[in-house]
């Protein structure tokens, strides 16, 4: 269980999404275009009336939709790799900055507590001296 948390934190992480995002993108395209491709291919393109006729030898067939279907698994490759080269620098700049300036926050408001709890300390300190010098 503890790993499904940690995965579902790193796809919560904003700073991680736009890789989950090129992932999820070229998941889709791997699973959808190869399978479309070769039933597109086994029946219309090679079928009977098709651009190429290969109806009566089924394994030829078959073997031709598979080398359609291979074909377009290289597209989506070479296309998800140029996605991921292709990424904007800018966004991730942006990303970065956004962090900085969480982490500048969150440090400004620990100094800031930090300020405030040596005032309420020096503060509480002189009341109670004050009232030692009551008594």
């Known amino acids: ?22 992932l999820a993108k070229g998941t889709l395209m791997m699973v959808t275009f ?5 039933f597109l ?14 109806s009566e030898e089924f ?6 939709s598979g080398f359609c279907a291979l074909f377009v698994v290289q597209i989506c490759i070479g ?9 904007d620098d800018e966004q991730f700049a942006e990303e970065k900055k956004a962090k900085e ?3 500048q926050r969150l440090k400004d408001e620990r100094e800031r507590r930090a300020k405030d709890k040596t005032e309420k300390e ?14």
């Open 1 to 22: 269980m503890s790993t499904l948390k940690a995965m579902r934190d790193m796809v919560a992480e904003p700073s991680n999404r736009p890789a989950f995002n090129l």
């Open 122 to 135: 020096k503060t509480g300190g002189q009341k109670n001296t004050e009232e030692k010098k009551d008594d």
């Open 41 to 54: 291919c086994f029946e219309y393109v090679f079928a009977k009336g098709g651009l190429y006729d290969l």
């Open 59 to 64: 394994n030829l067939r078959i073997n031709f």
């Open 101 to 103: 300036d969480t982490i």
């Open 34 to 38: 190869p399978i479309a491709t070769y």
């Open 79 to 87: 296309t998800f790799v140029l996605m991921a080269f292709q990424q």
